[in-house]
């Protein structure tokens, strides 16, 4: 059974950072692509970033130069630090093995006050 559990989000002021985790279980973790997605209220669930088995990255557009996604093979795990967040960051993060058989956590919320 494959698990997927997100932690690390919370309260945080505009400008302000946040670091993300997810801990894997079930699968072989060192061949997994990894991604961190976000849902907005009222909106429909975005890719953030993502970060392949060799340890390519790729960002969307709004957090390039902000977010960094990085993965730890030992420990199972993939993290995204979010920096000079902006209120529109306000959204559930989920961490997730992609692939055609995709996987999700449950989402780990971050918020950030207008």
């Known amino acids: 059974q494959v698990q997927v559990v997100e932690s690390g989000g919370g309260l945080v002021q505009p400008g302000g950072s946040l670091r993300l985790s997810c801990v894997v279980s079930g699968i072989v973790f060192r061949i997994a692509n990894m991604g961190w997605y976000r849902q907005a209220p009222g909106k429909e669930r975005e890719v953030v970033a993502q970060i392949s088995s060799i340890g390519r990255t790729t960002y969307d557009d709004s957090v390039k130069g902000r977010f960094t996604i990085s993965r730890d093979n030992t420990k199972k795990g993939c993290d995204l630090k979010m920096n000079d967040l902006k209120p529109d960051g306000t959204a559930v993060y989920y961490c997730?093995?992609?692939?055609?058989?995709?996987?999700w956590g449950q989402g780990t919320q971050g918020t950030l006050p207008r």
């Open positions: 997730g093995v992609l692939g055609s058989t995709g996987y």
